[in-house]
């Protein structure tokens, strides 16, 4: 099961780094959002990597549950930046 949750969660930073790409020349602020999505994405994945090689410590775990919440804001935050109000 964590090979398969490392498996999505490389489809989800392609996908995200792909978005990256798209949006070079994009607002200054769906930029910013984005990278701090990518730091956030890449930071998860320290911390999953080290957990699977540790033995799930329980400090870690607690570190990934935060991240993740962190992972869900920053998500909604670069999908917020890119609609425009009525």
């Known amino acids: 099961m964590s090979k398969l ?3 999505a969660v490389w489809v989800f ?5 792909a978005y990256l790409v798209s949006v070079r020349r994009g607002p200054q602020q769906v930029r ?3 990278w ?3 730091a956030i ?3 998860q994945g320290l911390i999953g990597y080290v957990q ?3 033995g799930l410590p ?7 549950m935060l991240g993740s919440a962190l992972l869900v804001a920053g998500s909604t935050r670069v ?4 609609r425009t109000r009525a």
Do not use: C, D, N, P
Not at 58 to 64: D, E
Not at 79 to 82: E, I, M
């Open 32 to 34: 910013r959002a984005a």
């Open 79 to 82: 999908v917020l930046t890119t």
């Open 13 to 17: 930073v392609a996908v995200l780094v």
């Open 41 to 43: 994405t890449l930071g």
């Open 58 to 64: 329980a400090l870690l775990v607690g570190l990934h």
């Open 36 to 38: 701090i999505l990518l």
């Open 5 to 7: 949750h490392a498996w």
């Open 52 to 54: 699977y090689f540790t």
